[in-house]
């Protein structure tokens, strides 16, 4: 089955303790991006990458960072998580850059940093 | 940089009755324009897409027209069930060179909600 897995779906953790999500997609995508989604924010992008070893910042990218070794893993690191980072994050993944389609986003990871 | 706007932030109607959500893009070369639904406690999963060359686009219930002109996009449910409850997303593809990374930019999000 074509799908875009998250791991963890649910986190809490405390500030300052480093954390990865993972994000693997088995549908060959070259476009994968990383979006936290807060009340009333809508979805706001934090990193994107357009394929293999290219990364850029989206429009939320401070305290974030992003590694795109191999095609299928985009994991999202929070090197020092602070509370104002609690939040439902999604992966996504679309075919290309260029490609005039959706994205398949995973199931989201609810991250609560106390 | 790319704003979407959307309107309005809620929205409740009788089953049966049409729904209609706006939206508002800046950029003048956005292409794409997605649209999202979102139940609770899942993913935005795609319903509906229009590309700039196109003006109108329907799927069964739903439709979404697109004024080029305008900057704006709408996205139509007829006959609404109490399924159709969800949160809704539009976006605009906002990037169209490379580095621009070809990104969608989304609105705030309409909440639907459909009575019986």
């Known amino acids: 089955e074509a799908q875009v897995t998250q791991n963890p779906r649910y986190l809490i953790t405390v500030t300052g303790k480093k954390l990865t999500v993972t994000c693997s997609q088995n549908?060959?995508?070259?476009?994968m991006s990383w979006y936290r989604q807060d009340p009333g924010l809508g979805l706001r992008q934090i990193y994107y990458s357009m394929n293999v070893e290219v990364t850029d910042k989206g429009d939320v990218p401070e305290g974030y960072k992003v590694s795109r070794k191999e095609k299928r893993n985009f994991p999202l690191i929070l090197e020092s998580p602070s509370p104002n980072q609690t939040s439902l994050y999604f992966c996504a993944s679309s075919l290309s850059w260029q490609a005039m389609l959706g994205y398949t986003f995973g199931s989201g990871t609810r991250l609560t940093v106390v | 940089g790319e704003n979407v706007e959307q309107h309005p932030s809620t929205l409740s109607v009788q089953e049966g009755d049409s729904a209609v959500i706006k939206c508002t893009y800046s950029d003048s070369a956005s292409n794409y324009f997605p649209w999202y639904k979102q139940e609770l406690g899942k993913r935005p999963q795609l319903i509906i897409d229009?590309?700039?060359?196109?003006g109108e686009k329907k799927d069964q219930r739903i439709a979404v027209t697109l004024n080029k002109t305008a900057k704006h996009f709408s996205l139509h449910i007829t006959e609404t069930q109490p399924e159709d409850s969800a949160v809704y997303f539009c976006a605009a593809r906002g990037g169209v060179f490379y580095n621009q990374g070809g990104k969608l930019i989304f609105g705030q999000g309409t909440e639907l909600s459909v009575k019986p």
């Open positions: 229009i590309r700039s060359n196109v």
């Open positions: 549908m060959n995508h070259e476009y």
